[in-house]
């Protein structure tokens, strides 16, 4: 079982280009086999018939693009799922999540934490948003040695309230 970061931070947002954008190539690096970041409309790749793709940042050696329109067709479909919704802010949504390679199917928690970055750090939740995801990591690698579930656990450990 992996902790999953799947981020909802569109390149407009100033939280995403202060605490998101200046450090997905490290969060890239980083990330172990106990940690998987997505960024939610980001990808490596122009997506085909896209009307308007935006590079937005280097990760591992290559120009990262944001699709805006592959952004809003998540955004729906967890708002589909859902009772949360959108509002066009910064958020990770941190989960547990697991894939069955042999099956071809992933699994993810709905007991899910989602955190507003920008209310988090104004009402000092946390001192940054930047250093969650490491902390995240490291909270990773010290609990999954010992078999346990990791979201609560890893979200506690990364100094929230």
């Known amino acids: 079982m992996n902790i999953t970061w799947i981020l909802l931070a ?3 947002c100033p939280v995403t280009q202060k605490e998101v954008l200046p450090h997905l190539d490290y969060w890239h690096y980083r990330s172990d086999d ?32 944001f699709s805006a329109e592959a952004f809003a067709g998540v955004v729906e ?8 919704r959108y509002d066009s802010d910064c958020y990770p949504i941190v989960t547990n999540a697991r894939f069955d390679p042999g099956a071809g199917n992933a ?16 009402n000092q939740a946390v001192k940054s948003a930047s250093p969650l995801p490491k902390k995240s990591i490291t909270a990773c690698l010290r609990r999954t040695q010992y078999g346990s579930s990791v979201t609560a656990w890893a979200c506690r450990s990364c100094g929230g309230r």
Do not use: K
């Open 10 to 12: 569109r390149p407009q």
């Open 34 to 65: 106990y940690t998987e970041f997505f960024c939610v409309g980001c990808t490596p790749l122009v997506p085909d018939g896209d009307r308007s793709p935006m590079p937005i940042t280097h990760v591992g050696g290559q120009t990262w693009y």
């Open 77 to 84: 479909e967890i708002e589909r799922q859902t009772r949360w």
């Open 107 to 122: 699994w993810v928690d709905r007991g899910s934490m989602v955190v507003n970055l920008g209310e988090a750090v104004q």
